[in-house]
């Protein structure tokens, strides 16, 4: 059975800094593209950030120099560490397991970024 759980979310203040993980199990974790989604209230689902298999990452325009996702392939666990939060990142995020043929999602973690 495939899971992904995330962890690490909360209410921080605008400048906070939190750390998301996503423990996964049930896929051979080394071979996937680990990803963030989030998903505000009104707004569609976007790509915070990707890691491939072989450790190229990809950034959204306004996440870059804040965000760093990383993999620790041993403990198939992926991390989005967030500094500099803004309230503009306030959204339920989403960790992202894909490969050709498969494509899986966790049940989301909320953050919250306010005053």
């Known amino acids: 059975q495939v899971q992904l759980v995330e962890s690490g979310g909360g209410s921080v203040q605008p400048g906070g800094s939190l750390r998301l993980s996503c423990a996964a199990s049930?896929?051979?974790?080394?071979?996937?593209?680990m990803g963030w989604y989030r998903q505000a209230p009104g707004k569609q689902r976007e790509l915070v950030a990707s890691v491939t298999s072989g450790g190229s990452t990809n950034y959204v325009d306004s996440v870059k120099g804040r965000f760093t996702i990383s993999r620790d392939n041993a403990k198939k666990t992926v991390y989005l560490q967030m500094n500099s939060l803004k309230p503009e990142d306030t959204a339920v995020y989403y960790c992202?397991?894909?490969?050709?043929?498969?494509?899986?999602w966790g049940k989301g973690t909320l953050v919250t970024v306010s005053s």
């Open positions: 992202n397991a894909r490969r050709v043929g498969d494509n899986r």
């Open positions: 049930g896929i051979i974790f080394n071979i996937y593209t």
